[in-house]
């Protein structure tokens, strides 16, 4: 008898223990899966701000982009309209430079090949020299 009252006593020592332990263990366990949790919902919200982030600057460069097509758009417009024959000539009789249209002998085209440098030069200073 004292044998097996003996043996009773150690179980429920060893109960209490092993109750302990698993308290310790689910306390331990849950700790870290609450770290983790948190931690991906940190590395979550973290992204999601550098995204943000992100977005509104690309919205401002597309934004920058679009006002610079836009000007360049109307520079070419303003460039054609001041590179027309008639404007050119309206702004030669408003400062009276008194300038007329070159005479067909004036006019000289050029091939710009450029595989002979030489030859092109040599060709354009005779037709300038015949041309005086």
């Known amino acids: 008898m004292n044998l097996r009252a003996k043996k009773g006593s ?6 209490k223990k092993n109750e302990k332990s698993l308290i310790i263990h689910v306390g331990v366990y849950s700790l870290i899966l ?27 460069n ?11 758009q109307n520079l070419k417009i303003k460039l054609e309209n001041l590179s027309r024959k008639e404007y050119i000539v309206s702004k030669i009789r408003q400062h009276q430079l008194g300038l007329n249209t ?19 030069n040599k060709v354009i200073r005779q037709l300038a020299y015949n041309s005086r």
């Open 10 to 15: 150690v179980r429920r020592r060893n109960n």
């Open 34 to 60: 609450i770290c983790l949790f948190s931690g991906v919902f940190g590395a979550a919200l973290y992204f999601d701000g550098q995204s943000e982030k992100m977005n509104r600057v690309i919205s401002k």
């Open 62 to 72: 597309d934004l920058n982009s679009y006002k610079l097509l836009r000007e360049i």
């Open 102 to 120: 070159p005479a067909p002998f004036q006019v000289v085209h050029s091939n710009t090949n450029r595989s002979n440098q030489y030859n092109r």
